[in-house]
């Protein structure tokens, strides 16, 4: 269920070296080439299992197209917007990046490039508010103009922080110790956790009038996009300043511009555009922007800090350990877990029966979890039943990262419910339930130890359960027909192919199931076959 052995990175942008360090340690095979144009990292990713990327590369379909064996692409710092996520995703390509935000993650010691951010945030508040760069550039040109920048003072004025991950959460910390009061939006961070490090949160509607700054600290999303634009700036209190050293295209440069020469906006300080370098320099020109070129994590402690992190996610996934920071395959992170894993491989091998069985991979699939302990499993099981129903197919490779969207591609819709209630004696441990909806087809699975069963199938309720793994012949027959065993037995003896067990269903219409486990697969079942109503083989990890 997990990604293959990772054996080759290539490391794509200026890193701190302690990142190589960290992978060579774990036996990886690491090649650092930063600075490769586009041919070359089509060239170069060919062989490589993992890439790691800072945001200057551009991780796109064509270069996840080229990448013949790459598993995961490993984004050292925040955002992933130059990765093609849905693009890997498609191909079966993990993406992670350095830390993910939790609600733990929010109250814990921030990590990557969060406090450079930050620092970098609350120096450009500082510098609009005294406009210090403006000055240093005057007194250069000889000048002496101290009644032409006249400041003012932070203390006593509102900042509104929209985004209250890590960053947002250190720049309203550090703004709070120059007296400023802090306001903000989150839409996933609750106001209980934000009143917790000092920030009162309001509705935007409610923001825009209030703030004296603003500052953004957001991923880059449709619905981020433009969040500072012609209607907000118009809601705002004239001479509004504006700080944006999240992402480029948060703050609509058009509607800033717009602001700045009306007045309505005093002043912008961007580390970050929608074009980098801008080629469009009426934003950077303007006398009352400050600009740098991106500049948030250019500090030696968070460059150490992001190639560490990043590096050890890796490592951690190449020795099966874990899997943190993951942007688009949150169920695989699950198959590291003992206690997870013969779970997902059960919904796995329960959707490859059922594709089997039912001789399609189109239509409406429901996966049902039965019990207290799977109540929270659909999340990841759900995925895996998609994979062992897709298995069999024209894709190359399903895994837990593209199975839903293969599915979707494939015509096949997946939902999921759960009910706290098992039937003994599965309650205390709990059941999988896969049907195809509008057929008579439907499984029923368990786990026991830690080995993956076949508890039920088109409503046939095995005496015990049938073990799901290695090579099985599956086959329907009359209860009232021995023969089918009988040539079974000696298709066995002829291809010299042991006979590991033997399980058997009640009888439902006359007829039962049976699944018999096998030292190898048969190469022949033909004989068996005017035997029997159905028979097919599988081979399940």
Request: glycine share 10%; aromatic share 4%.
């Amino acid at each position: 269920m997990a990604l293959g052995k990772l054996q080759k990175v290539l490391i794509s942008e200026s890193l701190d070296p302690c990142c190589r360090e960290i992978l060579q340690a774990a036996g990886l095979q690491v090649q650092e080439k930063p600075g490769l144009s586009k041919e070359e990292l089509l060239r170069e990713i060919r062989d490589c299992d993992g890439l790691i990327v800072r945001s200057a590369t551009k991780v796109t379909a064509e270069v996840l197209e080229a990448a013949e064996r790459l598993q995961v692409v490993g984004r050292a710092g925040t955002g992933v917007d130059n990765v093609d996520v849905e693009a890997a995703t498609r191909k079966g390509v993990l993406v992670m990046k350095g830390h993910t935000v939790t609600l733990l993650s929010i109250l814990s010691t921030p990590t990557g490039n969060s406090l450079s951010a930050a620092e970098l945030t609350c120096g450009m508040i500082l510098c609009l508010a005294r406009q210090i760069p403006q000055a240093a550039a005057s007194m250069k040109e000889g000048k002496w103009d101290r009644k032409k920048y006249m400041g003012m003072e932070l203390n006593g004025k509102t900042l509104a922080v929209l985004g209250l991950g890590r960053i947002g959460r250190e720049v309203a910390t550090r703004m709070q110790a120059f007296g400023m009061k802090t306001i903000g939006y989150d839409p996933i961070i609750t106001p209980d956790v934000s009143a917790t490090f000092g920030v009162e949160q309001l509705p935007l509607e409610q923001i825009w009038p209030r703030c004296d700054f603003i500052t953004v600290h957001t991923p880059l999303l449709p619905s981020t996009t433009g969040l500072l634009n012609d209607s907000t700036f118009a809601k705002c209190r004239r001479g509004v300043q504006v700080v944006n050293c999240a992402r480029g295209g948060i703050v609509d440069e058009g509607a800033l511009l717009r602001a700045l020469q009306s007045g309505q906006c005093g002043g912008a300080a961007l580390d970050v555009f929608t074009q980098e370098p801008p080629k469009d320099r009426d934003l950077v020109n303007h006398p009352n922007v400050i600009s740098c070129p991106h500049l948030g994590a250019s500090t030696r402690e968070a460059q150490s800090r992001c190639g560490k992190e990043i590096a050890m996610q890796i490592v951690d996934m190449a020795t099966g350990k874990g899997l943190t920071g993951v942007v688009n395959g949150q169920a695989l992170s699950k198959a590291f877990s003992p206690q997870t894993k013969p779970w997902i491989t059960l919904a796995r091998a329960l959707g490859t029966v059922l594709c089997t069985v039912g001789k399609q991979v189109q239509g409406s699939l429901q996966v049902c979890t039965l019990g207290t302990p799977l109540k929270e499993a659909g999340s990841y099981l759900t995925p895996a039943v998609a994979a062992g129903m897709l298995a069999g197919g024209t894709q190359k490779e399903v895994t837990l990262v593209n199975a839903t969207l293969l599915a979707q591609e494939a015509g096949l819709k997946v939902t999921s419910t759960h009910s706290d209630v098992a039937p003994e004696p599965d309650s205390s441990t709990g059941l999988v339930q896969v049907s195809l909806q509008g057929t008579p087809h439907q499984v029923t699975g368990t786990v026991q130890g830690s080995t993956p069963a076949l508890r039920q199938i088109n409503g046939a309720t095995f005496k015990q359960p049938a073990p799901l793994s290695g090579p099985l012949l599956i086959y329907r027959a009359k209860a009232s027909d021995t023969s089918a065993l009988a040539t079974l037995t000696g298709l066995l003896s002829k291809a010299g192919v042991q006979l590991l067990s033997y399980h058997s269903s009640c009888m439902v219409a006359g007829e039962q199931w049976s699944v018999v486990g096998l030292s190898a697969p048969l190469p022949n079942v033909g004989e068996l076959k005017p035997r029997v109503t159905e028979v097919f083989q599988l081979n399940l990890p």
